[in-house]
């Protein structure tokens, strides 16, 4: 059972890193310049890989039920995580409800090609809801109040990260698709 979760967990990594392959595209950079396209979409991916980091390192594997926790980030900071996970055995799938509560949260994020490189801080409330298993993937992920800082770089190309807002990502990596809104501006990968 446990090497089943694993690979659940695995499955879930390389679905949403292959996904974000066609993400960044070298077409809108260029040394000098990171596009606002590749720009929101890869603050929309670190979010997303950040939840994931955070649920695989400290809640994947374990029995379901009722969440309250102080974890750390996978980088640094400090996570609240309440709300509930529930694993339906007879249809093989995970639902969460989930709610982080970020303090000062550290990700770096690399694009799959190695030229993208997201270093930034997180702030905020994000709201998880969703099901998944080892093939499927449905989730949404709302924060009112997300504040992101830090740098991106793309070559010698360097952008401040300075946002705050709203977010909106809905992740469905059964169609092969992830979209939504991050601080006024649309996204799709």
């Known amino acids: 059972m446990k090497i089943r979760k694993n690979l659940i ?25 990171i596009s606002d396209k590749n720009f929101y979409s890869f603050l929309s991916y ?11 390192q400290n809640f994947a ?15 640094g900071g400090s996570i609240k995580v309440t709300g509930s996970t529930n694993r339906a055995s007879d249809v093989d799938i995970t ?17 799959t090609d190695g ?19 080892e093939s499927y993937k449905s989730m949404s992920f709302n924060s009112p109040d997300m504040s992101i800082s830090g740098t991106m770089t793309y070559g010698s190309a360097e952008r401040e990260i300075d946002e705050q807002g709203d977010v ?22």
């Open 61 to 75: 594997g374990k029995p379901t039920g009722n969440i309250d926790a102080d974890v750390e980030g996978p980088y």
């Open 168 to 189: 909106s990502i809905s992740a469905s990596h059964h169609k092969g698709q992830t979209r939504g809104e991050i601080f006024d501006h649309t996204f799709s990968w």
């Open 115 to 133: 030229k993208l490189v997201c270093n930034a801080t997180l702030n905020g409330t994000l709201k998880v809801k969703g099901s998944f298993n």
């Open 9 to 33: 967990l695995l499955s879930m990594m390389l679905i949403i890193s292959s996904l974000f392959t066609a993400c960044v595209s070298d077409d809108d950079n260029s040394a000098n310049y």
């Open 95 to 111: 639902t969460v409800d989930l709610t982080y509560t970020l303090v000062n949260v550290k990700q770096i994020v690399t694009s």
């Open 46 to 56: 670190a979010i997303v890989v950040l939840e994931a980091d955070a649920y695989n």
